[in-house]
């Protein structure tokens, strides 16, 4: 079964609204991960964030982890029509488990222009 | 760099055929990753390999094989297909030690009637 749930599997907002997205996991994890996926194309990498940390930015991007709760959250700002994509987050248990990463089901973003 | 690349782009097979799909990284990474993606849902791991001439399995292995006879390929073969392998398939690779991001091939759509 999935490790990760996302919440909401999609969204819509207009140019200029934040975006958030919520993952929730069931095992203890070495680090979380998100990527985007474009229509028809492959994952990209956005944002690693490790077990000990609690929060992290990078440029628009802003990501909250919390291992008490298992959750994880992905905040885009000021968002983009370029923003339309589906996001995913991936847990990844560790260099033992071949740092196998297991993703959530993913939420599809539109942003309206 | 190209990064990772996958060949074919798109393929239809009838039911008991075989095929392989091509992996290439030139990142030099050790860790290399098979997914399918089914539509609304995330990747599930078909099987992975930590290093040249070392593979497992992952969380979706059945109807599957593969093989690591070089650190920059990994194949991916499917020995009789079936409709339930319909499937877009993805490949990634990445750098062992650490805390690190997985980078991806563009995918194979790989339909079985």
């Known amino acids: 079964s999935q490790q990760g749930e996302e919440d909401p599997q999609a969204l819509s907002i207009q140019e200029g609204e934040n975006a958030t997205m919520n993952c929730s996991y069931k095992?203890?994890?070495?680090?979380l991960q998100w990527y985007r996926q474009n229509s028809g194309r492959g994952l990209v990498h956005l944002i690693l964030i490790r077990s000990n940390e609690r929060e992290k930015h990078s440029g628009r991007l802003r990501v909250t982890l919390d291992t008490s709760k298992k959750s994880s959250s992905l905040l885009i700002t000021a968002s983009r029509a370029a923003d339309t994509a589906s996001y995913f987050c991936a847990t990844d248990a560790g260099e033992t488990s071949g740092s196998r990463l297991t993703f959530g089901e993913g939420t599809q973003l539109t942003v309206n222009p | 760099n190209a990064g990772v690349t996958q060949t074919p782009k798109f393929r239809v097979l009838k039911t008991g055929q075989s095929m392989t799909l091509l992996c290439a990284q030139d990142m030099n990474h050790e860790y290399m990753y098979w997914y399918r993606q089914d539509p609304g849902m995330g990747l599930r791991l078909i099987h992975y390999s930590v290093g040249e001439g070392t593979t497992a399995k992952g969380e979706v292995p059945d109807g599957y094989n593969v093989s690591r006879l070089k650190k920059q390929n990994f194949l991916l073969g499917l020995e009789s297909a079936a409709p339930s392998q319909t499937s877009v398939y993805f490949c990634a690779s990445r750098l062992a030690g650490g805390p690190n991001e997985q980078y991806f091939g563009p995918g194979t759509r790989l339909t079985v009637t």
């Open positions: 095992t203890s994890i070495n680090n």
